[in-house]
């Protein structure tokens, strides 16, 4: 159970109003540099701040308490817009994935339509602990979601699924790319159970064969 992972040294800036409980700051920002990130099952992701004109780390804060610019976004939209899906296991990592790092992205958003923006990051989770029972999905095929964080042009960032977002490269996407018509993935696949060529315990064999290969080589 690992709960918490490091982050990119993505600048950003904080709405005050997350850093005194909303209770005063609405419409001031502080400088912050995004350190870490929690995962709590049925919560939203947290992220820990470091805060440099205070010296401080601020921590628990979900993805709308951040900006790319100290300024009020158009349009200003709410967490359940920025993160589609609760965190959904303690166990999280955070990648690059390289070969979309420099695609163009367009999340598909509850309430305010299509939004472009330029991908960042993916945080995922899982089953960190096999001694604890796993009554989460996040390794479930058709529940399993990536949380891909967006840096949106409207300057707030997004934390979306793969069939809630499109990435194009300028190179290989075609003009008018297809609407896909893909279903859910709800396969385990695995390659072991299930054999029909036996089991492997009678023989020391360096090169074992299969019956089939045995057959096909005229062994």
Not at 6 to 12: D, G, H, I, T
Not at 26 to 41: D, I, Q, R, Y
Not at 86 to 106: H, Q
Not at 157 to 162: I, T
Request: include cysteine.
């Amino acid at each position: 159970m690992n709960l918490i992972c490091n982050l990119p040294a993505e600048k950003v800036w904080v709405r005050k109003e997350y850093l005194t409980d909303h209770k005063s700051g609405h419409g001031e920002f502080v400088e912050g540099v995004w350190v870490a990130c929690k995962s709590l099952p049925g919560r939203a992701f947290y992220f820990e701040t470091y805060l440099p004109e205070y010296g401080a780390l601020y921590d628990k804060l979900p993805i709308s308490a951040f900006l790319r610019a100290p300024k009020t976004p158009t349009p200003d939209m709410s967490l359940e817009n920025l993160q589609f899906w609760n965190c959904m296991d303690y166990g999280v990592m955070a990648i690059n994935k390289g070969f979309i790092s420099s695609m163009d992205a367009e999340i598909r958003t509850r309430d305010h339509g299509l939004i472009k923006g330029q991908y960042i990051f993916t945080i995922d989770n899982y089953h960190a602990d096999i001694n604890v029972i796993d009554n989460n999905v996040s390794e479930v095929p058709q529940e399993h979601k990536s949380h891909n964080c967006i840096q949106l042009e409207n300057g707030q960032y997004a934390l979306y699924p793969n069939n809630r977002m499109r990435l194009y490269d300028l190179s290989i996407t075609p003009q008018e790319p297809k609407t896909p018509d893909f279903k859910v993935s709800t396969i385990e696949y695995q390659v072991e159970n299930g054999t029909e060529w036996g089991r492997l315990g009678d023989t020391d064999d360096y090169f074992w064969e299969t019956p089939k290969e045995k057959e096909n080589n005229g062994n």
